[in-house]
């Protein structure tokens, strides 16, 4: 398996991961505007014998602390396909991506997903707490790609409009 940034030859077959993965066209429909907008930072694809077997995407995310800006990314979605789960796709994507939006200046990155999943990547909760966001539960989660980033008493997370089209917890 190798992972790979994301090209035109691969949005056919990412699009039928996420369906397939989601159950409907929602995350779909997010990656076209993500890259529509021009908010994509890095898309990443696991190939195995060319075939795509998982992808993730990071995005621009408006997100400020005590009236600071923080360069941050949002994580979604990342779909790894049925057959290839618990394999270690889906960790390798991970750490891949957030290697990549590091080297591009980003201080943090903001995910809504399993607890039990991110935090073993150093995504917190509790780091997210102070920040107003459209999501308020143990799914959202901050992780500090730059020390002291996220310090600071209380900051908001502005999602685009893109993610208006997902269900939210």
């Given at each position: 398996?190798?992972?790979?940034?994301?090209?035109?030859?691969h949005?056919?077959?990412?699009?039928?991961?996420?369906?397939?993965?989601?159950?409907?066209d929602?995350?779909?429909?997010?990656?076209?505007?993500?890259?529509?907008?021009?908010?994509?930072?890095?898309e990443?694809?696991?190939?195995?014998?060319g075939?795509?077997?998982g992808?993730?995407l990071?995005?621009?995310?408006?997100?400020?602390?005590?009236g600071r800006?923080?360069?941050?990314?949002s994580l979604?979605?990342?779909?790894?396909?049925?057959?290839?789960?618990?394999?270690?796709?889906?960790?390798?994507?991970?750490?891949?991506?957030?290697?990549?939006?590091r080297?591009?200046?980003?201080?943090?990155?903001?995910?809504?997903?399993?607890?039990?999943?991110?935090?073993?990547?150093g995504?917190?909760?509790?780091?997210?707490?102070?920040?107003?966001?459209?999501?308020?539960?143990?799914?959202?989660?901050?992780?500090?790609?730059?020390?002291g980033?996220?310090?600071?008493?209380?900051?908001?997370?502005?999602?685009?409009?893109?993610f208006?089209?997902?269900?939210k917890?």
């Open positions: 398996m190798k992972i790979v940034e994301a090209a035109g030859t949005h056919m077959a990412i699009a039928t991961l996420n369906r397939a993965e989601f159950g409907g929602e995350e779909i429909q997010l990656i076209l505007r993500l890259r529509r907008e021009g908010l994509r930072l890095v990443l694809v696991a190939l195995d014998r075939e795509v077997v992808h993730i990071f995005s621009r995310l408006a997100v400020e602390i005590d800006a923080v360069m941050a990314a979604a979605p990342v779909a790894i396909r049925a057959d290839r789960q618990r394999e270690g796709v889906g960790s390798a994507l991970v750490r891949e991506g957030l290697e990549s939006v080297a591009l200046g980003c201080e943090a990155v903001f995910v809504l997903g399993h607890p039990a999943y991110y935090r073993r990547f995504f917190s909760a509790v780091l997210a707490s102070k920040f107003m966001a459209p999501f308020k539960s143990g799914a959202f989660m901050a992780m500090e790609l730059t020390h980033s996220l310090a600071g008493h209380e900051g908001s997370v502005s999602y685009p409009a893109a208006s089209l997902v269900d917890p």
